[in-house]
């Protein structure tokens, strides 16, 4: 089993940057994908971006060349650092980290864009 809490989130301008981090607990080293995915009011959730153990990452669209997500396997964490924000990026963020059996989230955390 793994436990994830996140942290970093709030309220910048539109161009500000935030960085939202992620620790996992428990069976941190069965862990092989961690993520960042995105809820906004009346949307479904999607994928924001996600590493690898091996460090392969992958990025939605939006976010490609303004988000980087990075992780440090021996302490479990996940972070995502995210630069020129936009109303649009305006969600709940959570975190989620796979194993082979098992795919686990946090609770979520709030980010606001808005002037």
């Known amino acids: 089993q793994v436990q994830l809490v996140e942290s970093g989130g709030g309220l910048v301008q539109p161009g500000g940057s935030l960085r939202l981090s992620c620790t996992a607990s428990g069976s941190i080293f069965n862990i092989h994908t961690m993520a960042w995915y995105r809820q906004a009011p009346g949307k479904e959730r999607e994928l924001v971006a996600s590493i690898t153990s091996g460090g392969s990452t992958n990025y939605a669209g939006s976010v490609k060349g303004r988000f980087i997500i990075f992780r440090d396997n021996a302490k479990g964490t996940v972070t995502l650092q995210m630069n020129s924000l936009k109303p649009e990026d305006t969600a709940v963020y959570y975190c989620?980290?796979?194993?082979?059996?098992?795919?686990?989230w946090g609770q979520g955390t709030q980010v606001t864009v808005s002037s």
């Open positions: 989620n980290a796979r194993t082979l059996t098992t795919s686990s």
